[in-house]
């Protein structure tokens, strides 16, 4: 995983509005995986204020990501969350509306983008249940799309095969083998 965040990361400096954006995307090896937070701001960075549906840059990121994340044997699961201002939309649309038809939208994008069909094992949304910044629930960075890049699981045939050799046990163990 810190292999693949590295060659993520190259790969997002080389897009020409970089610098535009480039505090507005995290990436985070975790137990799940690796985990591509793309940020909002105050003047919306990948999604327009209220809008389900990415802009400009965020179909150019996320389409870069689904190109290259396309070549993974890796699942990736999509988050939505929003801040906690609530949605002023119409009355039976909200939040949680909001943040599970953005992960919904940028799924439906990576996929047109290159990522196979079966790659992608859950999208969820959270509203505002997850800040990063709780002490600030109103922060435009608490709104944001998040891909998680999953390890590989290996079947239990593949674990319990007696052709397994040192040299596997070590790669598997330092996380090289497997992205």
Same mark, same amino acid.
């Given at each position: ?28 090896? !975790? ?7 793309? &940020?909002?701001?105050? %003047? =919306?960075?990948?999604? *327009?204020?209220? @809008? ?47 943040? !599970? ?7 439906? &994008?990576?996929?047109? %983008? =290159?990522?196979?069909? *079966?790659?992608? @094992? ?58």
């Amino acid at each position: 995983m810190p292999k693949l965040k590295e060659e993520l990361q190259k790969s997002i400096r080389q897009m020409s509005d970089f610098d535009k954006f480039k505090n507005q995307i995290e990436m985070t090896v !975790t137990s799940e995986g690796l985990r591509i937070e793309l &940020l909002e701001s105050a %003047s =919306g960075t990948f999604f *327009d204020s209220g @809008s389900h549906s990415p802009n400009r840059d965020g179909i150019e990121l996320l389409s870069m990501l689904s190109q290259e994340l396309s070549k993974l044997p890796n699942k990736v699961s999509i988050e939505g969350h929003t801040d906690s201002k609530p949605y002023s939309g119409t009355r039976d649309y909200g939040n949680w509306e909001l943040s !599970t038809d953005r992960a919904n939208a940028a799924r439906r &994008l990576i996929q047109q %983008s =290159g990522l196979r069909q *079966d790659q992608v @094992s859950q999208v969820r949304g959270f509203s505002d249940q997850k800040l990063p910044k709780p002490s600030d629930p109103l922060d435009p960075s608490n709104r944001r799309i998040t891909l998680i890049v999953q390890y590989v699981v290996k079947s239990n045939e593949e674990h319990d095969s007696p052709a397994r050799t040192a040299a596997d046990e070590k790669s598997v163990g330092s996380g090289t083998a497997e992205q």
